[in-house]
């Protein structure tokens, strides 16, 4: 702190054009994203796609926030802050990327699932807990990439000890998960029944 201190003492230049960087980057960013959602949902809708507007929607959040790591990294390339900042700053923006990126993968695995499932031939109703289950699963990736690419963390240590407890889970619930599925099984059948 007392390097950052010193540093807008005698040089306040050094931190005003990062800020100023950042912020045209994020009007630009911001004007992009606008007219790229426009076109999206005009072509969504011209074509009357239901993919269009999913990836529109998975889109909308995801891309402010890369236009805010776009603007914080140019920013930093040309700020002559010292590397203990810049390297704080670089893993801040990477777990913000893959969080970003498992929120869009979160919506459109849910929305694809909940548009296309019943497409398929054959398939059994679509309920939420089908819904949930896809997203869960995204989350799950995602955390597992953000553990070992942001935080440099060991993640095989951590899926086993998930395996171990979802095995002890699994016998513990025994009567209880066999209940659940059960009442899963009964609801696709009644939905196949009015299909």
């Known amino acids: ?40 949902r005009a072509f969504a809708a011209r ?5 269009g507007r999913v990836l529109s929607d998975a889109l909308r959040g995801p891309m402010l926030i890369w236009c805010v790591i776009l603007g914080v990294h140019i920013a930093l390339q040309f700020s002559d802050l010292p590397a203990k900042y810049t390297g704080w700053a670089t893993r801040g ?38 819904e949930s289950l896809a997203k869960v699963t995204v989350l799950i990736l995602g955390l597992l990439l953000l553990l070992r690419n942001a935080f440099n963390l060991e993640v095989t240590p951590i899926l086993t000890a998930l395996g171990v407890g979802g095995l002890a889970v699994a016998l513990a619930l025994q009567d209880t998960l066999s209940n659940l599925f059960a009442g899963v099984y009964e609801a696709m059948e009644i939905g196949r029944a009015h299909v």
């Open 1 to 40: 702190m007392q390097n950052l201190r010193r540093l807008l003492e005698n040089n306040p230049m050094e931190v005003v054009w990062p800020v100023v960087i950042f912020a045209a980057t994020l009007a630009i960013g911001w004007l992009i994203r606008a007219a790229m959602l426009r076109a999206l």
């Open 47 to 51: 074509k009357q796609s239901r993919a």
């Open 93 to 130: 923006l990477l777990a913000l990327w893959i969080f970003s990126l498992t929120i869009m993968f979160m919506r459109v695995a849910g929305e694809l699932v909940r548009n296309y499932g019943d497409q398929v031939p054959g398939a059994l109703p679509v309920t939420t807990l089908s």
